[in-house]
Structures are given as structure tokens and as C-alpha cells.
């Protein structure tokens, strides 16, 4: 967030041979580049939409409007808001939730509820979703994050798409400053399958583990908010979308609920990505929208497990989804609502206790082969017995011969 | 967690994923009362719940005068029908600890152990299986003694040990201060202690006999098997435990408010030693 952050970093590469004037229209590129520290936007890019909308629009009488097209654009994102708003009706969620006994307690949904008003104020966001709470190890507090989509803007290269989908902020206290996790590679997802260990609390810290962790803790926890969200994302699935009865949605079969969010393969990516081109075997993964009843089972007990909010008023139940996979997943769904939450400390489930990896084995010093392989130097003894061998041989090959010769003669 | 103003006191602890609906509310507020009157307790506590796969079990649990002895344990599945459990035997506690997985949510339930021995020697040794089976209400039984015994912690002079060797709530306790909640050596594990007795007579020569009868969270190996926190402002401070994930103690700086609750899958959390 912070300016420095934001700077290209070539001002301060003086090793590339630039003229004073290519210097200075550096410094004052990166300062047009600087990020707002309120609003994430910065000018150039501002300035730039504004001149392609012109080149796009033509007007005439450019210089007389050109005060206004800026102001146009920041408008036009204003009245969208007030349209529709991003940000998700937490308390009915909460409501719900409650029933449900998962969730948060209303005034922390609340405090939630306001930093996430604070956040789409402050940044252009489509949708906004409350995506859950990491319990801490250390004193530093607690992390709720939305997730949203983002504004229609050209994607950038990977960005957008499978485990990249969506961005996600974290605050470490509800009304503190929101920060953007990073993407997250497919290194660091395949890294912290292997990987068990607590957050601190503080973004910058060193995860410490073996196998080493690409990254620091913000890298690891967005691949694990990766990693629940590919496990934990459903959807009421229904072509008409009329809303399904709870008793369907308790069902144990649990063929009412699909994943909505694509499966992680174990390359670390949604979508396989070759690494060599003549390599033909592409992991699969489950197809998007696959009925929870197909998710593999977890040491012999079903990955979900379904629940009616209330045994006693059974009419005005709601369908609650509790995770066996991953502790602290859960979800509710009622006629058309549904939504999930996670409220637990980032780890999956395992019936087996964590081993961490072996290390490698040694490597080589020199490929093993007949060259460089030490034979033993044979005493005295067995070199007459060898000469012995070698000369009994060689009458015997004469012998041989002698009677293969008498054999003719005798044909 | 004390029954009495329960519906008030699971705030606290709402931050950490521990909510009670109003409907298991409504029916813990009607039968622990019920509870209290029919076993005639001194005091009721709403101990937790532990989730199993197909259904989860609550806890409560009824005190006499003495808290440490004679605690008794409920349990139920729809907080409104209470049965009592079997106290844990130490044999009972060592068979329980052989079951793996998850709680299934049915009492009745018998895990099967399998043990391969060996039988006779050298040559003519021959392999035989033996199963042992545990039920799922003795299992429950013996974890719920064991997380007591791990984790469960009372702040510093919230109860003291009277001259006949009773130990009840001390009436003059007024709470932790700020900066004195702050650190881990003013709470103490509610349990016989362990570590204290170890201790020489100089390292035990400043304790207060009254107060300090018990282990102070100071010495817990591993070291940072606690998350201390502090919420609204310093309004609140809740420590989590990490051995037992799902154990949430809270307290109210500068009031006689606290208490703690078990949320959890009642499984140890053996990997603790890689994860810090």
C-alpha cells in the first residue's frame, strides 16, 4: 500500500546508462505511478483512461468537456454504488448463521461489517463476499477477509483465473487497514500441502518449515485460503433455481450440493499447465459443480456432514454443511440463500499425525560405473591360480581342436 | 463456563467461532436448572461441546461445595436430556487412547483396535491379532478428563484452598489487571498440581499457600502452546489453547468474569511441535 512499494525501481539503477532526460522522465513516471494511499488508484492510469475514452468517444470541443470527463469517470463508479451496492447484507447472513450455530457473534459480524464498508469505499470492487476467520497463534489479532471480484478491467496475464479467481484482503482486527494478498503461485500451494503450521498474526513474518516455504506468511496463507476455498465453496444446485426443501438438502447422499469453485490439482494449478511439450498425461481434476456425494472419503467417514439447524420446529430448519475435511468450513442453505464461512486455524484435517518429509537423499559425487569403480588388486596367489586357469584353458582349446580335427578325418 | 448468565457469557468467546443458537440456548437456560435442582449442585457448568461426525455431544457439569473433587459429567445431544457419564478410569483412559478419528456422534459406538503380538520364542514364535474394543461413552469420558487436566485454567486467586483442603471460589477475588492478564503466569491450571510439587522449597518459598496450590501456565512445555489475545481494546482477553484446539478461555480485566469453553473435535493436537 505504502508509496515506496509502488515505485518501478528504476531511479534507483543508475548502472543502466540513461541521459539525464530519460532519468527524469522516470522519477516522474514512477511518481504518476504512485498508489493513493486512500483509494489504491494512481494518476497515471486515471489519466490514461481518461485519454482513451476521449480517443474512443471523439467529442468535439475536447478542451471545454475534458474537466468533466474526469469527473465523469469517478461518478459514473459512484452511481453504480448506489445502483447496487457490493457489499453483501452480512447481518442476514449472520442471522442464519446463528441458527447454525457457526459463524462469528453478531457484534464482531457487525465490526465486519463495517470494515467491509470501509473497504468498498475505498477500492472499486463488483462483490464483496465475507470469506471467514483464521484463529492466531500469537498476540496479534484475528483475520477476517472478503473476497470479490474484481472490476472489469483487462486481466492480467494469470490473475483472474482458477486459484487467482479472486482477490482477497486481510485485516488483522476489523477496522484496521485492509491489505491485498498476493496471487498465489502453484509452488506455494504444492509447498504448503506439505507444510502444518500456525499464523502469527503478522503478514511479514518468515514461515519457518520444512520443506521450505516459498514466501513469507502472506503467500502462506493465501495458498491456504486457496486450498479450503477449491475443498469448501458450494453451490445449491438447481436448474430452475426455485429453491430446494431442507429435508433434500440434509439428505446424506448430499447430491444437492456441488463444489462452485475449481478443484486444485496436485501441480498447484486449476488448469494444467504443460511443462514440456511431448509430456501428454494432464492431471484432472473433478469437473466444476460436482455433487459433494463424489468427494473422496476421509479415514472412512463422509467429507461433509449435514445437519438440520433444529431438530424441535423441523419446518423452519435450516440445511447446515459442517466440513470433515477442513475443521471450521461450514455452510448454510435455506430456500435461495445460501453461504459458506470458515472460522477455524487453517488446517486440513488428518486422522494421521504430520510427518514432515524426509530430507533428500545425498546427492552423488560421481555417477557409479566401471570406470571409476575400485577394484581390488589381486595378490600373488590369485594371479598364478588365474595363470594356472589361462593355461589349462588354452591346452584345452588345443585339445579341443586336435580332436575336432581327428572328428573330420574320421567323417 | 458458569450456567448462571451463560446466554451473556458465550459473547465472549463469540470471536472464536463459538456460537450457541437460540434454540440450544433457550434449552441449556431450562435444563441446567433443572440439572442443578434434581442433583442438588452447588453450581452448574456448561462445559462444551465436542462435534463428531453424525452428531455432537454437549457437556455440562455439576460441583459441589468442593470444585476440585466430586465433579460430576453430563452429557447430551439436544441440550434439553442430560446423562450422566461414567467417571474415567485410569484403565479406561488408557484403552480410550488407542481409538483414532473422529468422534461418531453415537454413544454406543465400539472402535476396534487391532494389535498384532507375538506369542512364544525363537523360532516357534507365532503372530496373533488381539482386538480390544472401546466404546465411544468411555472414550468420551476419558477425553474430557484429559483436556481438564491439560487445559483447563481458572485466573490467578480466583479460588483458593481453604485450612481443611477444600477449594472454593475466593469471594475477594476482583480480577486480573490489565497488565497482569497479560501474561501467562497469573493463570493456572485448574487441576491437582504436577510441575509445583516438583519444585524446591527456595522456589517455593514466596508462594502464597492459599493461593498458589496450583501449576501456573508459565511452565507449559512446549512453550507457546497458548494464544493470548486481548480484544475490544482491553476489554477482554481470551486465550486459546493450542494442544486442544477449540478450548477458549476468557476473562474480563478487573471483574470476577471468567470462564472457558471446549468447542472442538475432541482430538489432541499431537503435530504441535512442527506447527509453532
Known amino acids: 500500500m505504502s508509496a515506496a512499494e509502488s515505485q518501478p525501481e528504476a531511479p534507483s539503477n543508475p548502472d543502466l546508462n540513461l541521459t539525464p532526460k530519460e532519468q527524469e522522465f522516470m522519477k516522474a513516471k514512477s511518481y504518476l505511478l504512485t498508489a493513493s494511499t486512500n483509494t489504491g488508484l494512481n494518476l497515471y492510469d486515471h489519466l490514461s483512461l481518461v485519454l482513451t475514452r476521449v480517443l474512443d468517444e471523439r467529442p468535439e470541443n475536447v478542451v471545454d468537456i475534458f474537466e468533466d470527463k474526469g469527473e465523469g469517470e469517478e461518478e459514473e463508479a459512484a452511481g453504480d454504488e448506489e445502483v447496487e451496492t457490493p457489499l453483501p447484507n452480512l447481518m442476514e447472513l449472520c442471522f442464519y448463521f446463528e441458527q447454525a450455530s457457526i459463524g462469528l457473534n453478531r457484534e464482531e459480524m457487525i465490526r465486519v461489517w463495517l470494515a467491509l464498508k470501509n473497504l468498498v469505499d475505498n477500492h472499486p470492487l463488483q462483490h464483496v463476499r465475507f470469506w471467514g476467520k483464521l484463529l492466531e497463534e500469537q498476540e496479534e489479532d484475528d483475520t477476517p477477509k472478503p473476497e470479490f471480484k474484481p472490476p472489469p478491467v483487462t486481466p492480467k496475464e494469470d490473475n483472474r483465473t482458477g486459484a487467482n479467481k479472486k482477490v482477497y484482503f486481510v485485516c488483522n482486527d476489523p477496522g484496521k487497514v485492509w491489505v491485498k494478498l498476493p496471487p498465489v503461485t502453484p509452488a506455494q500451494i504444492v509447498s504448503a500441502r506439505k507444510i502444518k503450521k500456525f499464523f502469527t498474526g503478522r503478514l511479514d513474518a518468515p514461515v519457518v518449515a520444512y520443506p521450505p516455504f516459498p514466501g513469507n506468511e502472506t503467500n502462506y496463507l493465501r495458498a491456504q485460503i486457496a486450498r479450503i476455498s477449491a475443498a469448501r465453496d458450494h453451490f445449491v444446485n438447481n436448474l430452475d433455481f426455485e429453491g430446494i426443501p431442507v429435508r433434500d438438502l440434509t439428505d446424506p447422499t448430499l447430491s444437492n450440493w456441488v463444489h462452485h469453485v475449481q478443484h486444485i490439482l496436485p501441480q498447484g494449478r486449476c488448469s494444467w499447465w504443460n511443462p514440456e511439450p511431448d509430456e501428454p498425461e494432464p492431471e484432472v481434476g473433478p469437473p466444476l459443480l460436482t455433487p459433494l456425494a463424489e468427494d473422496e472419503e476421509v479415514n472412512n467417514m463422509p467429507p461433509w456432514t449435514a445437519q438440520m439447524s433444529s431438530n424441535l420446529i423441523p419446518q423452519y430448519a435450516i440445511a447446515v454443511m459442517h466440513s470433515n475435511l477442513w475443521p471450521g468450513a461450514h455452510a448454510f442453505g435455506f430456500e435461495k440463500k445460501f453461504e459458506n464461512v470458515y472460522v477455524g486455524s487453517g488446517h486440513k484435517y488428518s486422522m494421521e499425525n504430520y510427518t514432515p518429509p524426509a530430507p533428500p537423499p545425498i546427492m552423488e559425487e560421481f555417477p557409479s560405473g566401471p570406470e571409476i569403480t575400485e577394484a581390488e588388486d589381486p595378490s600373488p596367489e590369485e594371479e598364478a591360480a588365474l595363470r594356472a586357469a589361462q593355461q589349462e584353458a588354452a591346452e584345452a582349446a588345443e585339445e579341443m581342436e586336435d580332436a575336432e580335427e581327428e572328428d573330420e578325418e574320421d567323417d | ?276
Open chain 2, 1 to 276: 463456563m458458569d450456567a448462571v448468565g451463560l446466554h451473556l457469557n458465550i459473547d465472549y468467546v463469540g470471536s472464536s467461532g463459538v456460537i450457541l443458537s437460540p434454540e440450544l440456548k433457550a434449552g441449556l437456560q431450562t435444563s441446567l436448572v433443572i440439572l442443578q435442582n434434581e442433583n442438588k449442585f452447588d453450581r452448574v457448568y456448561f462445559w462444551g461441546k465436542i462435534m463428531g461426525v453424525k452428531d455432537d455431544y454437549y457437556i455440562a457439569q455439576g460441583v459441589y461445595r468442593d470444585e476440585f473433587g466430586g465433579r460430576r459429567t453430563f452429557y447430551s445431544k439436544d441440550c434439553i436430556r442430560w446423562g450422566l457419564l461414567p467417571p474415567a478410569t485410569a484403565a479406561m483412559r488408557e484403552k480410550s487412547k488407542l481409538a483414532k478419528g473422529r468422534f461418531t456422534g453415537d454413544p454406543s459406538y465400539e472402535y476396534e483396535h487391532t494389535t498384532v503380538k507375538k506369542v512364544g520364542e525363537g523360532e516357534e514364535a507365532t503372530e496373533e491379532e488381539e482386538t480390544i474394543t472401546i466404546k465411544e461413552e468411555d472414550r468420551l469420558s476419558s477425553v474430557i478428563q484429559e483436556i481438564e487436566e491439560d487445559v483447563r485454567i481458572v485466573p490467578r486467586g480466583a479460588f483458593i484452598k481453604t485450612p481443611t483442603g477444600e477449594v472454593i471460589s475466593n469471594r475477594s477475588f476482583d480480577g486480573l489487571t490489565v497488565s497482569e492478564s497479560a501474561k501467562l503466569c497469573n493463570y493456572m491450571h485448574f487441576r491437582e498440581p504436577v510441575v509445583l510439587t516438583q519444585k524446591s522449597l527456595l522456589q517455593r518459598a514466596n508462594l502464597d499457600k492459599a493461593i498458589d496450590f496450583m501449576d501456573s501456565l508459565e511452565e507449559d512445555i512446549p512453550r507457546g502452546s497458548w494464544a493470548l489475545q486481548f480484544e475490544r481494546g482491553s476489554g477482554l482477553v481470551v486465550l486459546r489453547s493450542l494442544l486442544w484446539q477449540g478450548y477458549v478461555f476468557y476473562h474480563v480485566p478487573g471483574t470476577r468474569c471468567s470462564g472457558s469453553v471446549y468447542f472442538g473435535n475432541g482430538e489432541k493436537n499431537l503435530d504441535l511441535p512442527f506447527m509453532l
